[in-house]
């Protein structure tokens, strides 16, 4: 495909969309810079969010290659947040409570990353993760088989011949990833046994919309679901929702179980979560969420720069690609910000945030400069960072950037 391609039809119903927000042109997120190249250009792209009338999609009007979104050495890991690592155990355990897994069953994991959330299944079950990136060497260490290939049809008839259908398939926080998305479940159904169980997590709209979450907008995530046009989607390909549950991942997610029709009973979480996604005013949201956007982008900026002009030092902390979306959106670059900390053993450490020249650093740095206020990137798990932070030594304040800037001292922070 070519580099990027703007689309104004649903990806799911193939519908007309209606545009509901712009962030302007952006970089992609994870595409971090060379210190040696932080006057180059910056590749930028539009994020626009698009709403689908009929099936309740949001989505992005922009589809850029996944070679250039999810590239070999794309450097997000799973293992940093223990917040994921405690979910990713909790998911292990509540898909017992559909299947019972023996050592003959498969469990798939596609964008399986470094493995953290196969981790919990290899145990007592085969286990295969299929990932592009080169972070499958960090499972591959872990004794857990990869295919390092992006979830193509090749891979999927890779993974038949190798190791023939699967018991379950995971796909957490990488439904909103493929560029055509009916494609993709097409071969997650090919891969599925009869009584096989499909799970996946994914970005929650409503949390995005109502937690003014616009740091969730960007090319990574072509899709925000909810659970009605998720059901849209799995009717398309005869797959059934049979679970669904909000969790408290990425600010806010959605897990949902799907099986083949009438193969498991669908428990009542499915029609609770449809009937209060029914009555939701998703056009109010939606126009309220671009107003609200627009005047936090103003307020964070006016508090940021007013520290400045008091000579105050401000250090991001976390890295995450929301931070770039952030950054970009609001103008916070290297004037505002005097590094980015993230912790040791991050692959992020010693590039630039694409767009802003801020440069990510050792958290020990941190420590060792004590700026007066930490900027919250990874602000969706402060509640875990925070008290962290304090307890290792740091000094000074806390800028909580979203659902609206909030100053926090440390005594306040846990």
Request: aromatic share 8%; charged share 20%.
């Amino acid at each position: 495909m070519p580099e990027h391609v703007l689309i104004k039809h649903c990806q799911i119903c193939q519908g007309p969309t209606q545009e509901a927000l712009s962030l302007g042109d952006l970089p992609l997120v994870d595409c971090l810079m060379e210190p040696s190249d932080v006057h180059a250009p910056v590749a930028r792209y539009p994020a626009n969010l698009q709403h689908c009338p009929s099936c309740r999609l949001a989505q992005l009007g922009c589809i850029v290659d996944n070679r250039l979104r999810f590239p070999p050495e794309y450097p997000y890991t799973s293992a940093t947040t223990k917040i994921l690592r405690d979910n990713f155990s909790q998911l292990a355990l509540e898909t017992g409570e559909f299947t019972a897994l023996n050592t003959d069953d498969l469990v798939l994991d596609i964008g399986c990353n470094d493995g953290t959330l196969l981790k919990n299944f290899k145990d007592r079950t085969k286990v295969l993760g299929v990932t592009p990136e080169d972070m499958g060497q960090a499972a591959l260490q872990q004794g857990i088989d990869v295919i390092q290939a992006y979830f193509t049809p090749a891979a999927r008839q890779e993974i038949l011949r190798r190791h023939g259908q699967a018991t379950v398939v995971l796909a957490a926080n990488v439904l909103a990833h493929f560029d055509d998305i009916n494609r993709a479940v097409d071969d997650i159904k090919q891969l599925l046994k009869p009584h096989g169980l499909f799970i996946s997590e994914s970005g929650y709209l409503f949390d995005m919309l109502e937690g003014l979450q616009y740091d969730s907008i960007h090319h990574e995530h072509l899709r925000y679901y909810s659970l009605a046009s998720l059901k849209v989607l799995f009717d398309r390909h005869g797959l059934q929702i049979i679970h669904a549950a909000k969790i408290n991942t990425h600010g806010g997610s959605l897990r949902v179980y799907a099986a083949f029709q009438g193969k498991y009973p669908v428990r009542s979480s499915v029609a609770a979560i449809l009937k209060e996604e029914a009555d939701k005013n998703l056009i109010f949201l939606l126009d309220d969420f671009h107003r609200r956007a627009g005047e936090h982008k103003s307020c964070l900026s006016r508090l940021l720069r007013g520290l400045k002009s008091r000579h105050k030092t401000i250090q991001g902390i976390g890295a995450p690609g929301r931070a770039t979306v952030l950054m970009n959106y609001a103008g916070i670059d290297n004037a505002i910000l005097d590094g980015v900390a993230e912790i040791e053993g991050s692959h992020k450490i010693g590039k630039i945030i694409p767009g802003t020249g801020v440069r990510i650093v050792l958290q020990q740095e941190f420590f060792k400069n004590q700026p007066d206020y930490a900027l919250m990137l990874s602000w969706h798990i402060a509640g875990e960072l925070m008290p962290k932070l304090k307890m290792q030594g740091f000094r000074g304040d806390f800028i909580l950037p979203l659902p609206k800037p909030v100053l926090i001292s440390s005594q306040d922070a846990g």
